[in-house]
């Protein structure tokens, strides 16, 4: 397989100046020297594209007309000359080996649609561990069920922890184009259909919780996340081996979204969630927002 591995750093950039700096430092820092950086610009306001340019070798600024953190990640991909896409938001942040534990992972685990490192939420003067109920005595390999993990846990991996190889991303088309929320959930959830996923929980990647505009602080949406429709068809249409997780995974997804409009008051968006059969899949969760949903508590 690969000895020496060619990264592509895909940074997606609107109005990241606070963060920015911190950010590209963490990359410059790495411990290998293959990869470069592309900070795809769609529109920013402030000084965060002049900042990208004064960095300097190995970021590549990119700089495109078209809002959207999808439209960016895959401006990124098609501009990139590396084996593998490795993506990190402009508020997130490195360990200095995350590269090197990424690259031995991938030459360990060559079968693998995508690969993530461990990461934990990071605030000013804090750091908190996601609930990931991983086998026991996992360290790194394969998941065995990479569907069950997520619905039983904190995500896998953040848009700042993973790597896909470039044949497999170009195969994928990439990511969905127009949806504001979960456009990344639903490529790992793409590719983990038809391939296995590798995973080393070693804690290399920070998911820092203090950005300014961080889009999951962002109004809650209303319908259903895209993906999950879309995740649901093709599980069924390549009769997936592990469906019956893949249809939980979906389900919590309906549930999760239901349980924040509830605690904005959008009762009435919670009970039409609810409503779908997925949802239904949660059991206790599922009646408890219902409950809250429909008594509008």
């Known amino acids: ?44 306001t402030d000084t965060g594209p002049a900042l990208a340019t004064a960095f300097g070798a190995p970021v590549r600024l990119l700089q495109i007309n ?53 990461y934990a939420f990071k605030w000013e003067n804090r750091l908190k561990a996601p609930q990931q109920p991983l086998p026991k005595n996992f360290s790194r390999g394969y998941l ?8 039983k846990g904190d995500m ?38 038809q391939y296995p996923v590798a995973f080393d929980k070693k804690v290399c990647a920070y998911y820092h919780q203090d950005a300014l505009n961080m ?10 996340w895209p993906f999950v429709k879309r995740i649901a068809q093709q599980a069924a249409a390549l009769q997936h081996p592990q469906l019956e997780a893949v249809y939980d995974y979906l389900g919590r997804h309906l549930v999760g979204q239901a349980s924040q409009l ?22 206790m969760r599922y009646f408890f927002w219902k409950l809250r949903a429909w008594l509008g508590l």
């Open 156 to 193: 896998v991996a953040t848009a700042s922890s993973v790597a896909i190889d470039a044949k497999v991303c170009q195969s994928m088309g990439g990511f969905a184009v127009g949806e504001r929320i979960g456009e990344d959930q639903d490529l790992w959830a793409r590719i983990a259909l």
């Open 262 to 283: 509830v605690l904005a008051k959008n009762y009435k968006a919670a009970q039409h969630l609810l409503q779908d059969p997925l949802a239904e899949r949660q059991g």
């Open 215 to 224: 889009a999951t602080r962002s109004e809650v949406q209303t319908q259903a």
């Open 66 to 118: 078209e809002r959207g953190v999808s439209q960016a990640r895959n401006a990124g991909i098609n501009a990139a000359q590396g084996d593998f896409m490795v993506f990190l938001d402009a508020d997130d942040s490195w360990e200095p080996d995350f590269l090197t534990t990424l690259q031995a992972l991938i030459n360990d685990f060559p079968e693998a649609g995508w690969y993530a490192i461990g």
């Open 144 to 151: 065995p069920n990479y569907f069950e993990l997520v619905t």
């Open 1 to 44: 397989m690969y000895n020496t591995i060619r990264f592509s750093v895909i940074i997606p950039l609107y109005n990241k100046e606070a963060t920015l700096l911190r950010t590209l430092e963490s990359v410059a820092a790495q411990k290998t020297v293959a990869f470069e950086i592309l900070v795809v610009d769609n529109g920013s």
